[in-house]
C-alpha cells in the first residue's frame, strides 16, 4: 500500500502538542495555521486553520493504526465504519494554496471591530489615511471603510482586512 493522507483528530487544544510529537516521529505531517491578530496581544498568533485535525501522509500497513490511536494528545484517524478515510492529494494542495492565499493578504482578521470604530490604513495607496471601519465582506479577507475626503461626503473604499488597524484611542 502506498503513502496517503489521513485527518487525525487530536483533543481539544492540543494540535501543537501533537504536531511536535508527529515530527520528531519524522511522520509527514500538514499543520494549517492561521496568522491572526488578536484583540489581546497575549494571545496567541497563530491558530489552527481546522481546529482539532491535523494531516498525516503515511503507508499505514507499514506504520499501522495503534501509533495513532494510542499517540498522547491523539484520538485516532476519522474512520468510517472502522477504515481510516484517506484525504484526496487534491484536497491538501487546495487547503496549502488557501492557507497560503491568507497568508499573503496579513491573515486573518481578528480584531473585533464594528462598524463605526476608527481605523488607520497600514499600507496600500492609501496608507496613512484614518477611515471609519464600515464591514467586513463576506467570503472574503477584505473589508470596506468609509474615507472622508475634502467634502463631508464619505468614500467607500475596499481593502485586504491585513491593511487595516485599530486606531489607537490616545
Do not use: T
Request: charged share 30%.
Amino acid at each position: 500500500m502506498a503513502e496517503s493522507w489521513y485527518a487525525l483528530r487530536s483533543k481539544p487544544r492540543k494540535e501543537e502538542v501533537l504536531w511536535q510529537q508527529l515530527l520528531a516521529r519524522e511522520v509527514e505531517v500538514f499543520f494549517p495555521r492561521l496568522k491572526v491578530n488578536p484583540v489581546n496581544p497575549r494571545s496567541r498568533k497563530l491558530r489552527p486553520y481546522f481546529p482539532g485535525y491535523l494531516f498525516v501522509q503515511v503507508d499505514l500497513e507499514e506504520v499501522g493504526l495503534s501509533i495513532f490511536k494510542w499517540m498522547p494528545h491523539a484520538i485516532g484517524l476519522v474512520s468510517f465504519d472502522g477504515e481510516p478515510a484517506d484525504v484526496p492529494d487534491n484536497l491538501i494542495h487546495a487547503v496549502q494554496k488557501r492557507v497560503e492565499e491568507i497568508a499573503a493578504v496579513g491573515g486573518e482578521f481578528y480584531d473585533g471591530l464594528q462598524p463605526g470604530d476608527p481605523v488607520r490604513i497600514s499600507n496600500g495607496p492609501f496608507a496613512g489615511y484614518e477611515a471609519i471601519f464600515d464591514m467586513r465582506l463576506p467570503g472574503s479577507e477584505r473589508v470596506r471603510v468609509l474615507i472622508q475626503m475634502l467634502s463631508d461626503r464619505k468614500l467607500p473604499v475596499e481593502l485586504k482586512a491585513g491593511q487595516v488597524e485599530r486606531k489607537n484611542k490616545r
